[in-house]
C-alpha cells in the first residue's frame, strides 16, 4: 500500500467514525432530548433513550480497549453492555454517558490516525482481528444503534428532522 492509500484508507475510517454519509451523527441525534423523555420506552419498542445510549457507551468503551489493552476484560454478554435501568439515575448520569461516548470515539479516531498504527496487523492478543476491523465495527455498530436512538426519538415525538 502506498502512503497516500494509507492516508486515503484513514481518512475513509475517520469519516465514518464521524457519522459522515449517510448516517445520523452522535450529537445531533442526542441533542436536546427532554429528560423526562430518556427512560420512556414507546410501545412495542424494546428500548428507551437511555438503554441505547449507554448501550453505544459501553460497546464502543469495549472495543476501544480491546484495540489497545491486552489486559482488557469485556463485559458479560449480554448483560454487560446493557444498563440495569431504563432511566438514566439522573441527569448527571445522562450527560456523562454522553461525555465519555465522545472521548472514546475520539481515541478511537486518534488510533485509527496514528500514522505508525498498523490497520491490518493482527492484534496479538485476539483472534484474528485487526484495527481496521474494529475501527469498522465502532462505525457500523455506532450507525445501527444510532438509528434506533433516531427512531425511538420519532416515536416519542421528541424529533423534529
Not at 446493557?82 to 454517558?97: D, V
Not at 444510532?146 to 421528541?158: K, M, S, Y
Amino acid at each position: 500500500m502506498t502512503q497516500n492509500q494509507d492516508e486515503s484508507l484513514r481518512q475513509h475510517l475517520l469519516y465514518l467514525l464521524s457519522g459522515g454519509g449517510a448516517h445520523a451523527k452522535f450529537d445531533d441525534v442526542v441533542k436536546g432530548l427532554p429528560p423526562k423523555l430518556r427512560g420512556a420506552k414507546p410501545a412495542k419498542f424494546p428500548h428507551t433513550p437511555w438503554m441505547l445510549l449507554e448501550h453505544l457507551r459501553i460497546a464502543q468503551w469495549d472495543i476501544l480497549e480491546f484495540s489497545h489493552n491486552a489486559k482488557h476484560v469485556s463485559p458479560q454478554w449480554p448483560s454487560g453492555y446493557w444498563p440495569k435501568t431504563e432511566a438514566p439515575p439522573n441527569a448527571a448520569a445522562w450527560n456523562e454517558s454522553i461525555a465519555q461516548f465522545r472521548r472514546d470515539l475520539k481515541a478511537m479516531e486518534k488510533l485509527v490516525a496514528h500514522p505508525k498504527t498498523d490497520l491490518f496487523a493482527r492484534i496479538p492478543w485476539g483472534d484474528g482481528q485487526t484495527i481496521l476491523r474494529e475501527a469498522l465495527l465502532v462505525a457500523d455498530h455506532n450507525a445501527y444503534h444510532l438509528g434506533q436512538l433516531l427512531d425511538v426519538r420519532r416515536l416519542l415525538g421528541a424529533w423534529e428532522g
